[in-house]
């Protein structure tokens, strides 16, 4: 139950692509972070050339990651914490399907311009694009399979919650939601000055 999320970003390492297959191509600008868990790496800063890339994605389900409960708005969610480049490179992928009270939180090193899209995830889910802050700016629809990025809005996204589809609607929770941990800010919660 996962999204491969592709996310370009410029870092001391290169430009990173997240994905499975090696580099690829997306169209977006890089964005200004540094590096947080992109799936495939080329070290010579070339998106396009697959002769250095490094996969940093598991070819396997994810195990069951530790959880933490969040208030999205007034109604909450347990939400598996994607935190290393592993766990944010592979998400969803291979997995069969999400409930809908699964949810998966995917937390940035620094705010940036987030891409996902969905190599190797067969069924559709949400994705919340959260700021540095924890508020929601935009709500996506990633379709099954579909590898085309899909890129934030803002340059200000630190955290990806993902969903069932249609979970954000359901609860009518839309742009401007804030969501906290149950005794704090998200981050707070992730030790983010």
């Keep these: 139950m996962r999204v491969s999320c592709l996310l370009i970003l410029s ?5 990173f692509t997240a994905g499975c297959d090696g580099p690829k191509e997306s169209g977006a600008p890089a964005a200004k ?4 868990a992109p799936a495939t790496a080329t070290t010579a800063g070339n ?9 940093f994605h598991l070819n396997r389900t994810l ?9 999205v708005g007034p109604k909450e969610i347990d939400a598996e914490m994607c935190l290393t ?9 291979f997995r069969p399907g999400i409930a809908d009270g699964d949810s998966m939180l995917f937390v940035l090193p620094q705010p940036q311009q987030a891409h996902f899209y969905m190599r190797n995830v067969t069924f559709d889910i949400d994705a919340a694009y959260i700021d540095s ?5 935009e709500v996506v ?17 630190q955290f990806v919650l993902e ?3 249609g979970w954000f609607e359901r609860n009518g929770i839309k742009p401007g939601t804030l969501i906290r941990s149950t005794k704090r800010t998200l981050r707070e919660e992730f030790g983010f000055n």
């Design 133 to 137: 802050e924890g508020v929601i700016q």
């Design 33 to 36: 972070a540094a590096p947080a």
């Design 63 to 71: 195990p069951k990651l530790p959880t933490l409960r969040l208030w």
């Design 163 to 165: 969903t069932a589809p």
């Design 47 to 55: 998106a396009k050339s697959a002769t250095n890339a490094v996969q």
């Design 141 to 157: 629809r990633l379709k099954k399979l579909d590898e085309n990025p899909v890129p934030s809005k803002s340059e200000n996204i």
């Design 85 to 93: 480049v592993q766990q944010i490179a592979t998400g969803l992928m």
């Design 11 to 15: 870092g001391i390492l290169g430009t």
